[in-house]
């Protein structure tokens, strides 16, 4: 077991298959978010004002449950990775943290998205967790080398 854990959430599966590169390439754990209600192409309709995403988006209280969670005890690096969704990390990301012990951990948060950045994610998440260490985010697409990912994480 590594002391690094990639964590991520993934609607489509293109943040899944960059979280796995990670993991695969690096030798780290990694540990899959999952929604109790799998999102459909029509929740993920960022048009439609009435799509489950949507209302989840604009409601920054609402916690969407996970399946399950995992015992980051063991870890110093905690690595999460989401699709941008308007603007920010879905809120599923803070069900997630707050389902687990960040506390003395360092994160770091990484993107994928077709134009948005990463800072405003990394941004939103460290006001809402203060108490948190997030560390510079990253946003990727699938093509960095593992050695850009070993220095962002620091290794």
């Known amino acids: 077991m590594s002391n690094i854990l990639v964590t991520y959430f993934s609607a489509s599966g293109v943040t899944k298959g960059i979280a796995q590169k990670i993991a695969n390439d690096n030798g780290y ?12 192409p029509a929740d993920l309709d960022w048009t439609d004002k009435n799509s489950r995403s949507t209302l989840e988006m604009n409601d920054k209280s609402f916690r969407p449950p996970i399946v399950e969670t995992v015992d980051v005890s063991a870890y110093d690096t905690i690595v999460i990775g989401f699709p941008v969704w308007w603007y920010t990390a879905p809120t599923i990301i803070n069900t997630f943290i707050e389902s687990v012990d960040l506390s003395g951990k360092t994160i770091k948060a990484f993107c994928t998205s077709g134009g948005s950045g990463i800072d405003k994610c990394v941004s939103d998440l460290s006001s809402t967790y203060p108490e948190l260490n997030f560390d510079k985010g990253l946003r990727l697409t699938g093509r960095e080398s593992s050695d850009k990912i070993k220095e962002w994480i620091g290794e």
């Open 29 to 40: 754990d990694i540990f899959e978010i999952v929604p109790e209600e799998i999102y459909t």
